[in-house]
């Protein structure tokens, strides 16, 4: 009797077709966000090719090409010309995200376009925040996020992503923007793993670091608390960063609550296989599947990765 359901599990597992019918976690691109770097002058990335900097007309351009495969949102990131000590590029009218989502937004209707609402790739000390006697303040620093958020939405962003972990942020944007998508970078972590985003966006401190703001790596109980506090204040999605790291993470989310939940698979999980790839360790497009399909079967809903365009042009 025990040995019939094991020889019928092994005949769906050989069975092509079958197999793909009967698969539990699926992995499609209305599954994927695209980030994208927006800055006045290009930064190619031939090492790791989604992570280049993008001039607005450059921009446009990979976007048509992003939405001829099948993509279906991306999430920008701006690099100002000039940085201060507010930030205020990232919430100036003819800053460089708003002046891309004004070229974007007429061309293409279809696509969902996200804006990470954070200070640091605006500040000159490279922080999530302002500083007051050196040290991050949290209220300080609400206003300037709740009023980046407003300018990207004014200029055509379909939803704001809010990625700096200071306490109350979500409910200082929901009360600007009512009516406004927000997804919150609920549970970030401070990761070993962002360091490449921090060379493209130039957002590394320049002093410091950011444990006292975003998460330690030892803490899920944490991770349910702050996404409980951003559902709380009005959050419409929450967000977990990094993903493969903390899957564990993801999947506790997933379980606690029922909103939309997203996962940041990030540069350093993105740039890890593509050394491993070039190295001739392991075959990158199978790996690249297997990751962002483990992310999927975590329980996550979307998953952010610079894996979104190869893996639609793998596919087409």
Request: overall charge negative; aromatic content about 6%.
């Amino acid at each position: 009797m025990s040995s019939f359901p094991v020889t019928r599990l092994r005949r769906l597992r050989r069975t092509g077709a079958l197999r793909d019918l009967v698969r539990e976690t699926s992995l499609s691109l209305d599954d994927l966000v695209m980030p994208l770097f927006v800055a006045p002058e290009a930064l190619p990335n031939e090492r790791l090719p989604g992570l280049v900097r993008h001039t607005v007309d450059s921009l446009v351009r990979e976007c048509d090409e992003l939405v001829s495969l099948g993509i279906t949102a991306v999430l920008l990131f701006g690099i100002p010309e000039e940085k201060d000590e507010e930030g205020s590029g990232a919430w100036v009218e003819d800053g460089i995200v708003q002046q891309a989502l004004r070229e974007l937004r007429p061309r293409f209707p279809e696509l969902l376009l996200l804006t990470d609402v954070c200070l640091c790739e605006y500040t000159s000390h490279g922080h999530c925040g302002v500083l007051v006697d050196g040290e991050v303040d949290n209220d300080a620093s609400l206003d300037l996020i709740a009023r980046t958020a407003v300018s990207h939405v004014e200029a055509g962003a379909d939803a704001v992503c809010p990625s700096d972990m200071m306490d109350g942020r979500v409910a200082a944007i929901r009360e600007q923007l009512p009516q406004a998508p927000v997804i919150a970078y609920s549970a970030k972590y401070a990761s070993a793993f962002y360091g490449p985003f921090r060379d493209v966006a130039g957002s590394a401190p320049s002093h410091g670091d950011r444990r006292g703001y975003q998460m330690d790596p030892g803490n899920v109980r944490e991770a349910l608390r702050e996404c409980e506090l951003d559902v709380a204040e009005g959050a419409d999605m929450i967000m977990v960063k990094p993903a493969l790291p903390y899957l564990d993470v993801v999947r506790a989310v997933r379980d606690r609550f029922d909103l939309p939940l997203g996962a940041y698979n990030v540069s350093g999980e993105y740039a890890m296989v593509k050394a491993a790839a070039a190295a001739g360790d392991l075959d990158e497009r199978a790996a690249a599947v297997e990751t962002l399909t483990s992310i999927r079967r975590a329980g996550a809903d979307i998953v952010f990765t610079y894996w979104a365009k190869e893996l639609a042009q793998w596919r087409s």
